[in-house]
């Protein structure tokens, strides 16, 4: 419950945490990519290239894209080998230095994304569902912070774009991991990917550094569109207000079937019972008359 971002100290900030530009396989550079999101309302990036031998292993510098009304957060998106099925990972890695060493030939997923957290970066398990990940794969990855529960790109491409299966599943053998939405986006004309997933972080300042404390620490909730005012668990922990923008849908979910829900329309805050919801953890999904999300981390009661 400490990591509820909605009584943290600062504002929200909008942010897409895995985006790719030319220094990868993105169809724009880094300068037009920011700039793409910039005028979109966001208030940070993390250009998150391909950490590939083909590409040079960069990670892409956009040090010179900050002002004090927009911010960049370093990071890469890492390719260890190898999934159960042969496929090459997918770990994304936020908050790298530049001079985070390159890949070994002979690393694999958990001991790369050990060295990136241990780097200082926020460590995501990437589209699990996307490349068939299996749940013996994605226990491998102890150093991950959260697990990436929707993808633009990955939803556009084969439908594959959400990934809470597997994270429920993570959460239900005690894995207290965080939830992010992003745009993985690629800009390319046939495929529409940007501006669709996103954080919302609670952070006192617009720095990278402020930004990867809060994201770290869970201060951020996830969205499609809908907002999260607030989410607030009673005393006595039997019930949980949300407070949103309008919404049709408020669903309050725990393990398995565990699930508490109220549908209406223009539902701007209800009160639930989680007597049949909690054990030791739920999260909030909030759903709008045009069927898009946002999601609350999940939330500990311990």
Not at 126 to 133: D, E, F, G, I, V
Not at 147 to 160: G, K, L, P, S, Y
Not at 266 to 275: F, P, Q, R, V
Request: with cysteine; proline share 5%.
């Amino acid at each position: 419950m400490k990591s509820l971002p909605f009584r943290q100290p600062g504002r929200f900030f909008r942010g897409n945490l895995h985006a790719h530009s030319t220094v990868s396989d993105g169809a724009l550079d880094p300068g037009s990519l920011i700039d793409a999101y910039r005028r979109n309302g966001y208030d940070f990036i993390a250009v998150t290239d391909h950490f590939r031998d083909r590409f040079g292993f960069p990670i892409t510098d956009t040090r010179e894209f900050r002002d004090s009304e927009f911010t960049t957060i370093l990071g890469a998106e890492l390719h260890p080998a190898a999934l159960e099925n042969g496929e090459d990972w997918h770990i994304l890695a936020v908050g790298l230095p530049l001079d985070f060493p390159a890949a070994s030939p002979d690393e694999d997923g958990p001991t790369l994304s050990r060295r990136a957290r241990d780097a200082g970066a926020f460590v995501a398990i990437a589209h699990p569902h996307w490349y068939s990940a299996t749940m013996n794969d994605v226990r491998s990855i102890e150093a991950a912070h959260a697990v990436e529960i929707f993808n633009m790109t990955c939803h556009m491409a084969n439908d594959r774009g959400y990934g809470w299966y597997m994270a429920d599943l993570l959460l239900a053998e005690g894995r207290k991991l965080l939830a992010i939405a992003t745009d993985d986006t690629h800009a390319k004309p046939e495929r529409p990917d940007m501006f669709a997933g996103w954080v919302m972080v609670k952070a006192e300042r617009l720095d990278p550094d402020s930004l990867l404390d809060a994201i770290k620490a869970g201060h951020f909730y996830s969205s499609q569109g809908p907002l999260i005012h607030d989410i607030v668990i009673s005393d006595d922990r039997s019930t949980v207000t949300v407070e949103t923008s309008p919404a049709s849908s408020i669903q309050v979910c725990g393990r398995a079937q565990r699930t508490r829900d109220v549908h209406g329309n223009g539902i701007t805050s209800c009160t639930i019972d989680l007597d049949r919801v909690q054990n030791d953890y739920f999260r909030v999904t909030v759903i709008d008359s045009s069927g898009k999300r946002a999601w609350s981390n999940p939330i500990w009661l311990d």
